[in-house]
């Protein structure tokens, strides 16, 4: 079966730590997203990378990293520093180049702090 | 930055009858426009797109049209069923390595049909 996944899909924290979010492909995709989703809005791009061990900010990246050691990975870590982190987070994948540009999401994870 | 307006924000309509969504973009660079179904607690999943070289696009009870005069493209489905049901977004993109094929999403616009 070919696609993304991302686990768990829900998670719970307290306030001030940090937690990893897991997002894998197996699309053989140069590029990854992380997209936040909160109710009722559009998504909003947190992070990007086209190649691995390289990436670049999106929209809101303030309070938040990411590693690309492998090209199938691409976790996003929530910093104690993100001041509202509950919310939807999706994570996407797509070629760069070639034709075809959709982006594949995932079924997100679901995080909640208090 | 890009910038994405979708309206309206949500709609309900008649089993069978149509259903029409708008979005508006700010940057004429822009050259890729998807459009993204989102049901609960899903992942969005691609229902159609469209590239600027394209004036329409039709799949089965789909289609998407785009005036890149006036910077705004629309979604369209007709017959509509109970199972198009969703959340859908629109999107904006400029499509190429350099650019990342980054997607900036409107609002989205929750569409309910009644049986």
């Known amino acids: 079966d070919g696609g993304i996944t991302q686990s768990p899909k829900y998670l719970f924290r307290k306030e001030g730590q940090n937690v990893t979010l897991s997002c894998e492909q197996n699309?053989?995709?140069?590029?990854m997203y992380w997209y936040r989703q909160d109710p009722g809005q559009g998504l909003r791009l947190i992070y990007y990378?086209?190649?691995?061990?390289?990436?670049q900010k999106g929209d809101i990246a303030e309070g938040y990293s990411v590693s690309r050691e492998k090209k199938e990975s691409f976790p996003l870590t929530v910093t104690s520093a993100q001041k509202n982190p509950t919310a939807f987070y999706l994570c996407a994948s797509s070629i760069v180049t070639g034709g075809g540009y959709e982006q594949y999401f995932g079924p997100g994870t679901r995080l909640t702090v208090t | 930055g890009e910038n994405v307006e979708q309206h309206p924000s949500t709609l309900s309509v008649q089993e069978g009858d149509s259903a029409v969504i708008k979005c508006t973009y700010s940057d004429s660079a822009s050259n890729y426009f998807p459009w993204y179904k989102q049901e609960l607690g899903k992942g969005p999943q691609l229902i159609i797109d469209?590239?600027?070289?394209?004036g329409e696009k039709k799949d089965q009870r789909i289609a998407v049209t785009l005036n890149k005069t006036a910077k705004h493209f629309s979604l369209h489905i007709t017959e509509t069923q109970p199972e198009d049901s969703a959340v859908y977004f629109c999107a904006a993109s400029i499509i190429g390595k350099a650019a990342g094929n980054k997607l900036t999403f409107g609002g989205g616009t929750r569409v309910l049909v009644k049986p």
């Open positions: 699309l053989n995709h140069d590029a």
């Open positions: 469209i590239r600027s070289n394209v």
């Open positions: 990378s086209q190649i691995v061990n390289d990436f």
